[in-house]
């Protein structure tokens, strides 16, 4: 079946704009994160929706920075006045049985972020 | 804070065996592994859970010491595909959603 999606898998903006980031979870999966990876790093944990609710939203690292997930499946992670430092390759995850430490996430290809 | 990796970079022959080593300052309830391929999604490889035992999966396999809080993921005869970086994930409590990853281990398997 398929996989994690994401779109778009590049976006280059210009510092102060505002984005959409894009994640098509795996049909089915009730559990999604956002992680973010910056060159040579393992994935950082942003956001994770149990359901179309953001159950945990401790690594956000900013209020310019927010996620939804209006009818529990796709989500949106949004980015105001991006700087930077925000440019990154954003992942989505969604996981099967509704998260948790034994649950398994699921990545998609992610979008690289790149803000001039 | 997040687990530190070892060695943060390994160079085989095709056949040859390696060990990375992934290790938390605080107690682990579950270790997740994942390879990732430059420019590609994080693949998982295994999951292993506190008071599990030793997996494997093809010619990968992994431990997980509750003790030293520790994981190892072993790489044994080793196949061209292998290369990539590979990464841990640990999870401190089953009440935990997020995983805490690792700086990453790059392989780089020669022919």
């Known amino acids: 079946g398929a996989g994690v999606s994401q779109t778009p898998s590049n976006k280059v903006t210009e510092k102060g704009k505002y984005v959409e980031l894009r994640c098509d979870p795996i049909?089915?999966?009730?559990?999604l994160y956002w992680y973010r990876q910056s060159l040579g790093q393992g994935p950082e944990f942003l956001i994770y929706?149990?359901?179309?609710?953001?159950?945990?939203d401790s690594g956000l690292p900013n209020d310019r920075f927010f996620a939804v997930r209006p009818e529990g499946s796709v989500s949106t992670l949004k980015i105001q006045r991006t700087e930077r430092g925000d440019s990154a390759v954003y992942l989505c995850a969604s996981s099967p049985f509704g998260g948790g430490a034994e649950d398994t996430q699921y990545f998609g290809p992610g979008t690289r972020l790149t803000v001039l | 804070q997040q687990p530190v990796q070892s060695p943060q970079a390994v160079i085989l022959r095709e056949g040859e065996d390696a060990v990375i080593n992934c290790s938390s300052s605080?107690?682990?309830?579950?270790v997740h592994w994942y390879r990732q391929k430059h420019g590609e999604a994080p693949v998982f490889l295994m999951i292993l859970l506190k008071g599990g035992e030793q997996k494997g999966h093809e010619k990968i396999s992994a431990s997980f010491n509750e003790k030293k809080q520790q994981s190892s993921l072993y790489l044994t005869a080793s196949q061209l595909s292998y290369s990539g970086t590979y990464f841990c994930?640990?999870?401190?409590?089953?009440?935990?959603?997020?995983?805490?990853f690792g700086g990453g281990t790059r392989l780089m398997v020669k022919p």
């Open positions: 929706f149990q359901g179309t609710g953001a159950a945990d």
């Open positions: 049909s089915g999966h009730t559990a």
């Open positions: 994930g640990t999870a401190n409590n089953n009440a935990g959603n997020m995983l805490t």
């Open positions: 605080k107690a682990l309830y579950s």
